[in-house]
Every structure is written in C-alpha cells, then in structure tokens.
C-alpha cells in the first residue's frame, strides 16, 4: 500500500491508521530512559520525583550518558547540568546502597582504562607531578576557603565535638599520642600537605619534623606556615627520602601510592624508622579491591589514584612491620566532607568566576558523593599503627 501523498488525505485516516516514525536516536533514548529509571528506583531513587534525594533531568542526554560511562558519565553530566538533585550526599548513599553502577556494563573507553591500570604503574615517579598540578596546587587561597585553619585535608575526629577545627586538632594529637612523641624526637611527615601535622608536632610535642610534599603550592604555605619551629619541607618523592627517624606518619598519602608500589612504600619507610619506632598510616580504605579509583575522581579531582583495602595495607606491611593496631574512623568522614561543602559553597561566587560553573558543580558533586559513600559504609578511614619489631608494653592507643 503506498502511503498518502497530500496533507488531506493524511488528516481524512483514522487514529488506528496512523503511523509513528520514531528516529533511530530517539527510540534508543526512551530505551535508555528506561532502564535508567528502573535502575535508580532499585534504590529507591525517582526520576523527577518530589522528594529531595530524587533526580530531576534537565537533558534527555543523561540517560545514554548515564548507561555509556557509569559514574564518569554520571558525574559529567552532573557538570554540564543536565541534572540536578537536592540531595545529593543522600541520592549517592541509596545508589551505592542498590549497587546501580554494578549492574552497568562497563564501556570500552572503561575497559581500556582497565587494561592501562593493569598494564602500567600508573603511580610512578614520572607521574607524581600529575595530581599536584591538577589538584593540590589549585591554589592555597582556594584551600584555605574551605577547610580549616590548620589545612588539614584528612579525616577529622569528631569525638566529643561537632567543631570542625576542634576535630582536626583532636585527630593530630590522636596521631601524635599514638605515635608516643616525645620533646626531641625526629619525625617523618610522608605527604605533609600544608603543614598542619609537622607544626603541631613540633608546637605540642617538642619533635623535630622533616615534612614531604610533591606540591609547590603546600610547600610555599608549609614553610611559612611553620617558621621559626624545627621543621623542613621538602618538595620530594617518598622514592627519594633518605635518613632515619623516630616515628612516621603517613596522613592521606596512600592513596596516592598505587597497587604495585604498596610493598615498595612498606620497605622504604622501614628503611628510615629506627629499630624500636612507630610508623602510622592513615588511608582511605575500599571494602573491596579495585585496580583504580573511581572514574570520576580519577579523571577530575585525583589523577592516578586508587584506594586500597585494609588487606592490601597489612599484606603490604607483613615483611617489614608488626601491626600494633587498627582504628576505623570512617564514619567521622561524613561530618568532616559536610564541612568542607558547607565551606566550599559560601565562596562558591567567587570560585565560579575564577574557574567557571562546571568546576563548582564538579567539586560539589565530589565532596557529596565521598560523603554518600562514606555513610554508605563503601570506603572507610583506617589509622594503622605499625611498629618495627613490635612494642613490648601495651598502652592505650586513643583518646577517651
């Protein structure tokens, strides 16, 4: 039968006779649409639902975006604001919650990036300067807004407090007790951001402190940060510390560090704890092991990282430690990234005329989305503390 040839005749059929032609495109949007919306509501997410941890879809694009890239094709979209959501700590706990990502096949562009983890040390010293120059030397200034006064860019120990400046200062003598510091004693700040721990060392602690940063920026702030107190800052790699030191604290830095060169990491600080000293390592830990980290934070806020698992840690430390103790402090990194929204968000004008409105979308949705995980309970905080050669009298660990 050959179709009507005038407008007429078009208008003179009956509904039953009409026929819809859906572009290619479009039928594979409504496809994606689909199983997108069936997707979230496993986790009891709505699609431009009313309540505030609902999704509300500005593009149509987001749902291939969506079912194409996972959580980078997630967080993209996010930036380019084709959604928004009121509640988006809230929206990322239920996902994780639903395990939606696992039930998204992973993309070429994921799978390659897979290959190339596996493939290449992706945490070398060639590509150390990568994640300074992307991230930690954004600007001291832009930093300052949003933590506290002592830069502390960690997990704080919200015992007994619900300040953050307070926290911070209770989570640096937690370390310092933990690690027994004593007037006079050297001590080795592995990735010592700006300076916060070595200048607290040495002000409370009478320890002489050698601090090490791969950033221009941390070390300029550190250095003043800390005149006049037995403290040096060095722009190094871990690979490149030489010496020996009483105790070592390792704060945020393991992250960095990478699956092949845990055990490298483990070896060469023994090499500069003295017979007898405490070493503490305080990550970011994954419930399960992955070759890198999320795509998302990899790709926009923490290039060539990945989280380890506390088996990975203690694996990697059996050689050359003994481990005297574990202290989770995971749920206390919900509170903290809280903070530093509530921070980021009250400069947010200013950081959207000096970077542009996709950087704070995209810096909002990162601080939200670790808070998500962390109340999820898919990442945690360990603070390890590892002995070389094992402690003979036990004492107590933390602060009560």
Not at 248 to 253: D, K, N, Q, R
Request: some cysteine; aromatic content about 10%.
């Amino acid at each position: 039968m050959s179709s009507p040839s005038t407008s007429a005749e078009r208008r003179a059929m009956s509904p039953a006779q009409e026929i819809t032609i859906v572009h290619p495109r479009k039928k594979q949007t409504i496809r994606a649409e689909r199983i997108v919306t069936e997707l979230f509501a496993r986790a009891d997410i709505e699609i431009n639902g009313d309540r505030p941890c609902d999704i509300q879809v500005n593009d149509e694009r987001f749902y291939r975006r969506i079912l194409k890239d996972g959580t980078l094709g997630f967080g993209e979209s996010y930036m380019k604001g084709w959604w928004d959501c009121d509640d988006i700590e809230e929206l990322c706990a239920r996902a994780i919650h639903g395990r939606i990502e696992t039930a998204i096949r992973p993309s070429l562009g994921a799978l390659v990036e897979v290959a190339f983890s596996l493939l290449l040390n992706l945490q070398s010293k060639s590509r150390t300067r990568v994640v300074a120059h992307q991230h930690y030397d954004l600007g001291n200034d832009f930093f300052g807004a949003m933590l506290d006064p002592s830069m502390q860019y960690s997990c704080a120990y919200f015992h007994g407090t619900t300040d953050l400046a307070a926290a911070q200062e209770l989570k640096m003598e937690l370390i310092c007790k933990k690690l027994a510091l004593q007037p006079g004693m050297r001590l080795l700040d592995i990735g010592c951001g700006w300076g916060g721990l070595a200048k607290f060392a040495a002000e409370n602690h009478g320890c002489e402190v050698v601090g090490i940063t791969i950033s221009e920026e941390q070390k300029t702030y550190a250095e003043a940060h800390c005149q006049g107190l037995p403290v040096e800052i060095r722009l190094q790699d871990y690979r490149d510390v030489k010496g020996e030191f009483d105790a070592i604290a390792s704060v945020g830095m393991l992250e960095h560090v990478g699956p092949k060169n845990y055990r490298r990491y483990m070896d060469l600080t023994s090499h500069c704890l003295k017979p007898g000293g405490l070493f503490l390592c305080h990550t970011i830990t994954a419930n399960e092991p992955g070759i890198a980290c999320d795509r998302f934070i990899s790709r926009y806020i923490f290039a060539n990282s990945a989280i380890p698992t506390a088996a990975q840690v203690l694996q990697a430390a059996e050689p050359y430690f003994v481990n005297e103790d574990m202290h989770n402090l995971g749920p206390y990194y919900v509170p903290t990234l809280r903070a530093w929204e509530a921070s980021f968000m009250r400069s947010r004008e200013e950081f959207r005329q000096r970077y542009g409105e996709e950087f704070v979308r995209m810096w909002r949705l990162y601080l939200l989305s670790c808070s998500g995980a962390f109340r999820a309970r898919s990442l945690q905080v360990f603070q390890f503390l590892f002995s070389a050669g094992g402690i003979e009298t036990a004492r107590p660990l933390r602060i009560s």
